[in-house]
């Protein structure tokens, strides 16, 4: 069974400052991973993925993630935070084994950026 | 946006009710998904459809039903409505059904269920 924990409910920076947004997964083979951002009253908007390849991925929105096998973490960050950015950060991941898109998402982050 | 459509945006509903809501996947996409979110929970996979076929899933029991049109508009039914079905309701759609294809998501609907 695939899971996915995302161990901080809300995370606060200032403006400007560089923001991390934690998470960690478990899959018996290996893993797609998966950030997507949700605003208020809205769909989830995909950011970025990880399937293969460089550890470091890039996405929308100057956010970024490194994937870390060792420590099965797929951290989400940013270098300069804005105030644009507060909303619901959702991890998520896939196992390659799987034939179809069943993904597990995390309980999510509430990230809160401070002017 | 992410050019996926739902209907409707808000639907309030008895138990023991039965309800459809609707999806527009993005154009060329023919594989949608639908998850439930419960308030302050991440989505839980319900179902997924590729060329109008199920394949795939999760622990949603049989009053959670699908179909998926030519179209690539689908549907989900929910018969039996209980008061834990309230929830926003969220399809995606992607251009396939393989495990690495990035899902593209509505804006979702908020059923209430009373």
């Known amino acids: 069974a695939q899971s996915v924990a995302q161990p901080e409910d809300q995370v606060n920076v200032a403006e400007g400052n560089p923001l991390t947004v934690k998470c960690t997964y478990s899959v018996s083979g290996n893993p797609y991973l998966f950030w997507y951002v949700q605003y208020p009253n809205r769909g989830l908007q995909f950011l970025l993925k990880?399937?293969?390849?460089?550890?470091l991925v890039k996405g929308s929105y100057g956010f970024e993630a490194e994937f870390n096998k060792s420590q099965t973490s797929f951290h989400l960050k940013k270098p300069s935070a804005l105030v644009s950015d507060s909303a619901l950060y959702f991890c998520?991941?896939?196992?390659?084994?799987?034939?179809?898109?069943?993904?597990?998402f995390g309980t999510g982050t509430k990230l809160q950026v401070i002017p | 946006e992410t050019g996926v459509t739902q209907s409707p945006t808000h639907l309030i509903k008895t138990r023991g009710q039965q309800v459809t809501l609707r999806c527009s996947s993005q154009?060329?996409?023919?594989?949608v998904s639908w998850y439930q979110q419960a308030l302050g929970q991440g989505p839980q996979f319900i179902f997924q459809?590729?060329?109008?076929?199920?394949?795939g899933r999760g622990n949603f029991p049989p009053r959670f039903s699908g179909l998926q049109f030519p179209n690539y508009s689908s549907e989900l039914n929910v018969n039996a409505l209980e008061l834990d079905d309230s929830a926003l309701y969220l399809c995606?759609?992607?251009?396939?059904?393989?495990?690495?294809?990035?899902?593209?998501f509505g804006p979702g609907t908020r059923l209430l269920v009373l």
């Open positions: 154009s060329g996409h023919n594989t």
């Open positions: 998520a991941v896939r196992d390659t084994s799987g034939g179809y898109q069943k993904v597990t």
């Open positions: 459809y590729y060329r109008e076929e199920e394949n």
């Open positions: 990880y399937i293969t390849g460089d550890n």
């Open positions: 995606a759609s992607s251009l396939t059904s393989g495990p690495q294809e990035t899902q593209y």
